[in-house]
């Protein structure tokens, strides 16, 4: 992957790094509850509480990284300057960050990884409720 500099600069990557793995992190907490429940409650508990505070992290801080492009778009003018084909070089570079930024984060990744991890968590949870009962 080239090297992308979003929002948080040089470390944009690492950055994004990290709170991709609290999401998927979140996720797995939450598709693995009712199984767990099923094994032992005191499971289903400590995993229902790891994937609320890492969801709450990982929300955080997308919302942070919203409200920064945000804010960037709109102290620039950026986008009446598209319009108006007006741009300098500092509102390229402003740009740049903001589709850097965009490209940093791992949402596709997010998403194709949590489609995943909810259809075997379905699927284990119907073999569950069908041998446990």
């Not at 390229?92 to 965009?102: A, P, V």
Request: proline letters at 1%; glycine letters at 4%; one cysteine or more.
């Amino acid at each position: 992957m080239d090297n992308y500099y979003g929002i948080m600069g040089k470390k944009s990557n690492q950055v994004s790094l990290i709170f991709f793995i609290l999401g998927l992190i979140g996720a797995l907490g939450f598709r693995f509850i009712l199984i767990l429940n099923k094994i032992n409650p005191i499971l289903a508990n400590f995993s229902w509480y790891i994937a609320i505070i890492c969801y709450l992290f990982f929300y955080l801080y997308r919302y942070y990284i919203t409200e920064k492009r945000r804010e960037i778009i709109i102290r620039h003018k950026l986008r009446q300057k598209i319009m108006e084909d007006s741009l300098e070089f500092e509102d390229k570079q402003n740009l740049r960050r903001i589709i850097d930024s965009i490209l940093v984060f791992k949402a596709k990744w997010n998403f194709l990884i949590l489609f995943i991890l909810t259809l075997l968590a379905l699927i284990l949870q119907i073999i569950v409720d069908l041998l446990l009962k």
